[in-house]
């Protein structure tokens, strides 16, 4: 053999050898995980009994940067939980971007005020090791404390003076810290250790190797641990990003239709980790529609939020220009509009909330009779007697469009009327028929956000539903897609 066959069957070795490399590291580029809808399998009373707990949820939701002390609800309310594994363990955790923290419950647990929230006996807690402990030096004990210096952890670790003045006082564990939502709070200590999350087509799962997360023995209306998805170093997609950039720079989920049923829920919501194949034939199967980018917004008090812009709503021909504060973010950290998995709807500033009700009920208020008592038992409102009007609803409910920053004005996105107008059967029982009621299903979400104290609004998984919702860190973006998200899953895995 010639020494130039010999290069030209070397160089052919090399080519095939890094096809195979690329072959293998696209494959990893996208994982997916099933999410399960959290809707309590408990009997509510009545669908109002159900509607008010989620719209307490996401009121306390949106004003979690208050210092108000409220009660607590009684039931979960729409959330989405993943399964993770840590020391052979496998626990159920909500899945929330509008945090970036993951904690877990540890043995012993103790919940304070979560009466209602759980099923009895299905709580799970977690054990773990004193071994595991992170140091009061690490740099992720500096970030749950909200960037102390490592001399303040030390001393509040309780190390001697003369180690702090040597800077060796690595042997002590991280103090506790606090971390608070709208509607718990919990303490918790920093621990170390391997996780392992669940890979798609049963494959083997992915360990991700010196996971940093939260362990709380004590919390108060939290019985189940947080996945937190914001955009903070101690995030999931953060640490995830330390191990694959490609798989921690994007994800995306796609919400299964919101049916206040669990016998209804039989298939998983899809979480996408990283950037996977949206060829033209696929997009076709699901019915799919391009994607409509908004930029993220900073903010310098929240820099976890994923805030966007919010221009204007359209409903029907009438463009409602919304406040100068759902536009943007000023350097205080006020305004914008968080896009939030862990809340249930979408929450509006009071007057312009109150000009897109309006506008609605100006066209579906002719046809059908307000029903007052039923927006009193929900808080939802308007909501009417479906019954007696004249005309489809569907002629009558006008259609409704949320129209984002950037991309010249163009990054509208339209709801499907399910998004935004509940149909239901309420007051009956097995003898009597319940009166058929539909409501609006956006929130006031109070004076509070129109004062520019914190978020301007909320977009809250409600109006997520039936759309691929893509967070892509790299090019600081967030966008919506139309999807069939009920056989997401299964066209995902087959392909």
């Known amino acids: 053999m010639s020494s130039y066959k010999l290069i030209q069957l070397l160089l052919l070795s090399i080519i095939i050898s890094l096809s195979i490399t690329i072959t293998q590291i696209t494959a990893k580029q996208h994982l997916y995980l099933p999410m399960t809808h959290s809707l309590s399998n408990s009997k509510f009373k009545s669908s109002h009994h159900l509607l008010k707990s989620t719209t307490t ?18 039931t979960p309310g729409s959330d989405y939980t993943l399964s993770f594994t840590l020391n052979s363990q496998t626990l159920s955790v909500y899945m929330d971007t509008g945090s970036d923290v993951v904690w877990f419950p540890c043995s012993p647990f103790e919940c304070i005020l ?17 071994s595991s402990l992170i140091s009061c030096k690490s740099r992720a004990c500096s970030t749950a404390h909200s960037s102390l210096s490592s001399s303040d952890l030390c001393a509040m670790a309780k190390c001697p003076l003369e180690d702090i003045e040597t800077s060796d006082c690595s042997s002590y564990s991280c103090p506790s810290f606090y971390y608070a939502y709208g509607d718990g709070s919990l303490i918790a200590k920093l621990h170390k250790d391997n996780l392992k999350m669940p890979s798609n087509s049963n494959k083997n799962p992915l360990i991700l190797k010196d996971f940093t997360f939260g362990c709380a023995h004590s919390t108060l209306g939290e019985p189940i641990g947080v996945a937190g998805f914001g955009r903070g170093s101690l995030s999931l997609p953060a ?3 330390n191990l694959s950039p490609d798989l921690g720079n994007q994800f995306s989920y796609c919400l299964v239709s919101h049916s206040f049923d669990s016998a209804k829920l039989k298939h998983p919501s899809p979480l996408i980790l990283g950037k996977y194949n949206k060829r033209d ?16 917004l900073d903010n310098p008090k929240h820099p976890y939020f994923y805030s966007v812009g919010l221009e204007a709503v359209s409903v029907g021909n009438k463009r409602i220009t919304a406040p100068v504060n759902l536009r943007r973010v000023d350097n205080h950290g006020n305004g914008g509009v968080v896009v939030d998995s862990g809340t249930t709807y979408t929450m509006l500033p009071t007057r312009f909330y109150n000009s897109v009700a309006v506008e609605l009920d100006r066209r579906v208020g002719k046809v059908f009779k307000r029903d007052m008592e039923t927006e009193s038992t929900t808080g939802l409102s308007p909501c009417y007697r479906l019954h007696g009007g004249k ?5 009558v409910v006008p259609s409704l469009v949320l129209h ?51 978020p301007g609004a909320t977009l809250g998984n409600y ?32 392909h």
């Open 114 to 130: 979560c009466e209602g929230k759980y099923q009895p006996g299905t709580l799970t807690s977690l054990n773990v090791s004193k």
């Open 239 to 241: 640490q995830l990003a």
């Open 281 to 296: 034939d696929f997009f076709d199967e699901i019915n799919d529609s391009k994607f409509v980018y908004t930029p993220m």
């Open 404 to 454: 984002f920053g950037g991309n010249n004005n163009k990054s509208s996105v339209v709801l499907p009327r399910r998004n935004y107008f509940y149909e239901f059967l309420d007051g009956g029982d097995e003898i009597k028929k319940g009166k058929k009621v539909g409501c609006f299903m956006m929130m006031d979400g109070g004076d509070d956000a129109e004062s520019e104290s914190g």
């Open 463 to 494: 109006q997520q539903q039936g759309f691929e919702v893509v967070y892509d860190l790299e090019e600081r973006r967030v966008g919506f897609a139309r999807r069939k998200c009920a056989t997401l899953w299964n066209s995902l895995n087959q």
């Open 57 to 74: 949820i996401s009121t306390k939701r949106h004003r979690r940067n208050t210092n108000q002390q409220v009660s607590l609800p009684l």
């Open 391 to 395: 005309g489809s609803l569907g002629m």
